[in-house]
């Protein structure tokens, strides 16, 4: 008797030994990609690679950027419209020149309170290749693209890296609600 339980004990250990103890990066990858999938799920992410990082401050330059351009290419618009005599389509490139311009403006706001912080790393790159199943249909490997906050939130998906970077003003703490308040105002009229 003593004999079988030894030689459990040792097979469970080599079982236990033998198992990589799960990645948390990769843990929430599958449960950020499967949070509205509704059926069983049995997906695995391999060749999970760390790529590159980002600070706060690239971050805000990267969004201030995009919005110093839209208010560039916005004033020539309505200057246009307004030569032309199209008032209907200056008043609506207006307003969207002053929500963009109180967007930039709090932007460059946010990022003078964050001051040192903005050193910090918003947000790390990875690549990863994952399969499974959902259901009953089988998931062949791909290749995707993901970022993720030093804190393990998944702000991003993509197919290919260049994509990558649409959404990750989300992680500048309170870009999210800017951007809300002014969905909600629109809303209200």
Do not use: W
């Not at 499967?34 to 992410?45: L, R």
């Not at 903005?118 to 690549?127: E, G, H, I, P, V």
């Not at 199943?133 to 998906?157: C, D, H, M, S, Y």
């Not at 990750?168 to 209200?188: M, R, V």
């Amino acid at each position: 008797m003593k004999k079988i339980a030894l030689f459990f004990l040792v097979a469970c250990l080599a079982c236990a030994c033998g198992q990589k103890p799960a990645d948390p990066i990769a843990e929430a990858i599958v449960a950020e990609m499967m949070k509205d999938i509704d059926q069983p799920y049995e997906i695995h992410v391999a060749e999970l690679q760390k790529l590159d990082s980002t600070s706060f401050a690239t971050e805000f330059q990267r969004r201030i950027s995009i919005y110093d351009i839209r208010l560039d290419q916005n004033t020539a618009r309505m200057e246009k419209y307004i030569r032309e005599g199209k008032t209907n389509n200056a008043t609506r490139v207006f307003e969207a020149l002053q929500r963009d311009t109180k967007i930039f403006n709090e932007l460059n706001a946010m990022k003078e309170m964050m001051g040192a912080d903005t050193l910090k790393t918003a947000y790390y790159d990875y690549s990863y290749t994952y399969s499974g199943k959902v259901g009953k249909q089988r998931i062949a490997p791909k290749k995707a693209f993901a970022t993720v906050t030093p804190e393990g939130k998944v702000l991003t998906f993509a197919g290919e890296r260049k994509e990558l970077h649409k959404a990750t003003g989300l992680a500048i703490p309170g870009y999210k609600e800017l951007l809300d308040s002014f969905k909600e105002t629109e809303e209200e009229e």
